[in-house]
């Protein structure tokens, strides 16, 4: 099997998330600024726990191979990544360690510790398939909306957003990851019991995608 | 530091969990039957997860005794309690196995997902504290609803719910563990590194449980 | 593959394992009676990290028929294979916690350090992987023992041991967990790089075996 | 508490593993050459797993300062420490890939996995009391070798080895690691339950590290 399988077996739940409306509003540069405010400090905190996965990818890798490739994704999540939030946040004068004093909310619980304890409880293929549905969603959003003509780019406050995960660099990162877990997967059937388990690990780790988003949506709505 | 100080450190969150519009409703006898079903097929999932926390607290037990403490538990979940929400749903004709194959909420994963992180993450007290909620929570929720003047038990639909919580057996075994966690605790200081951590550990478990009741009250409105 | 693939792959540590100078000496019933004091010793603290592999293995089971089977294990280990080793150390006076006090020598450390590590790393198939040396081996060992005509039972002070691991009971028990490692290796390429790091799973486990016997046989040596 | 509490607590064995017969005679130059080289070989095993161990320390880590501290660690680990080993053993037509296909010796195995497992058991503290022996003793044990007189330098096959663990950086991160050591153990009382376990984790750990020396001198005498 390779990542299109899990794609494939959770049709419906990916659409939901890869076109969900805060992404399209966030397209269009309708989004109210509370929720993608709301949203960058939540992913802040998401990537901290992403972080804790990768390093997980470490202890679990099987050579020192595979521990290097996690090293470096744990190392541009701590050090780019994180600090690109710090530092777009800092306009509303928020340090990092606000951002780390802010609670979690339950979207992001959910998501973050599903995958850490599905990574945990399974291996090393079971962990990259959890961690899958994030870059390889926001890749596939990044592509949708500059090919949509519902989106707005001059002008919209969210263009820094769409040019990065529309970009190339990002793409091809992504690209390799994804070439990576197809290699993982490529011994696997999809329909032997691990083949869709496995298919249950990406569909759940979407599904809570979805809660993310919803929440950031919910923010502007609450305040 | 004790049980209580945990609960005092995060009194609002405790107040909204204890009393949320859920047990009200229930204690009232007013809640949607909906409401109820699907909180106790998402209960029964709770649960397995649960069962797979005390699994681990066998695996980080200082010593045999502490090992033999929690395979009680995970038998007592496995066999009594699991036992308990498949009898009750096979009035709908379900099944364990039916049951088993629904989808988990978001609620479901958050809360869970976030006790076994926590406890995989620190130890035995970590593992424990993040537990805590759950039984401390629902004895006081038994014991609230049988002293308000605004449940109603004749003719309740749920009052083998509030005769389960508020019962004897319930509220001892709680002491007990209570009493486990109290022991535990004994030699953190509340104001050390330790402590603090613990009570935000405690506040995050707590907040998912609200999380859970909202999701159950969410499910009559959505379908 | 099944389990035979894995005994295939490394036949010269399985033989060292299963026809080990421990066990011959045990079987004629040579052996020095420290050596067989500081096994049982040493054992009963394997038994304990074993038990919390089996613990693990409810953690990581993929449905409650999984997590009720591990459960039995551990239940086992926990209640009756703990206990005996006690009642046989008690004609030395010494109690379960004199025991439990006891230092772990370096080849316990390394056997039962390894299983947890490996299936902790891995997932359900690893730890049970891990694992099966153990079983499988003490099985084969019985079954070498009875049929050996350098075997002797009358007036051996450990005919007990060949009793219990030659036995219906034991070589039932180890028979049906044969059958569920055979289920979980079913659907695996032996040479995959899954089925072939399996493989090493089962070597290292089973290299570890022979250090733990020899170091029982060492303790006669050294005091 | 702090990191002279837990040498204090295991002082003979201290004493063993930092004046260890593997250690003097790499000191006096007289230490057979087969065993050097399979310290070497296995002592690159060993920093594989370390380096595990400390991804492990970025998974368990409080925050996001603690988190990028232990990411440091497995950064040296992963490309200078590794590095080192595999140019010295170039030497003698070794590759990476070959060091990393060698089998891992019983007191490898032991006291790495050991480490893994008292981390993943315990929290943060114990992962990095376990982790404590090795540097805090490699530091001592370069003290000691330059200043004690049947250490011969001029000539001596392994006096890289020597300036290595004598030397101002390794001597001072040292440093840095037991100070950051002794802020974790600050709030916690020597006598209190805890304190006891973090002793008998240290311990044990330093039991390995004799074991460890031990099988490479083995080594020279085996083959």
Same mark, same amino acid.
């Given at each position: 099997?390779?990542? #299109? ?8 739940? $990916? ?11 966030? =397209?269009?540069?309708?989004? /109210? ?27 679990? @890798?099987?050579?020192?191979? &595979? ?24 306009? $509303? =004068? ?27 409880? =399974? ?8 961690? @899958? /549905?994030?870059?390889?969603?926001? @890749?596939? +959003? ?12 001059? =002008?919209?406050?969210?263009?820094? $957003? +769409? ?8 793409? #091809?990162? !992504? ?12 011994? +696997?059937?999809?329909?032997? /019991?691990? &083949? ?8 759940? @780790?979407?599904?809570?995608? !979805?809660?993310?988003? #919803? ?9």
């Amino acid at each position: 099997m390779n990542h #299109q399988d899990l794609i494939n077996a959770c049709q419906a739940d $990916w659409a939901e998330y890869t076109q969900h409306a805060f992404v399209k509003q966030l =397209g269009a540069g309708t989004l /109210p600024q509370p929720s993608y405010l709301h949203y960058l400090k939540q992913d802040f905190l998401f990537l901290k726990q992403y972080a804790r996965a990768y390093a997980l990818a470490i202890y679990k @890798a099987p050579n020192l191979t &595979g521990m290097r490739k996690a090293l470096t994704s744990v190392h541009a999540l701590l050090d780019s990544e994180i600090a690109h939030h710090v530092t777009y946040c800092s306009q $509303w =004068g928020l340090t990092e360690a606000d951002m780390e004093a802010e609670a979690e909310d339950v979207g992001t619980v959910a998501y973050t510790r599903y995958v850490l304890d599905a990574g945990m409880t =399974g291996d090393i293929v079971d962990l990259y398939t959890a961690l @899958a /549905p994030c870059a390889l969603g926001y @890749a596939e +959003i990044g592509r949708l909306l500059v090919a949509s003509n519902e989106t707005v780019r001059e =002008g919209n406050p969210y263009d820094s $957003w +769409i040019s990065l995960y529309s970009g190339e660099e990002f793409q #091809q990162g !992504v690209a390799q990851g994804r070439d990576h877990l197809d290699s993982l997967l490529q011994d +696997i059937d999809v329909n032997s /019991p691990r &083949g869709q388990h496995l298919i249950q690990v990406f569909k759940t @780790a979407t599904r809570m995608e !979805v809660a993310f988003w #919803q929440q950031g949506l919910n923010a502007s709505q609450e305040g």
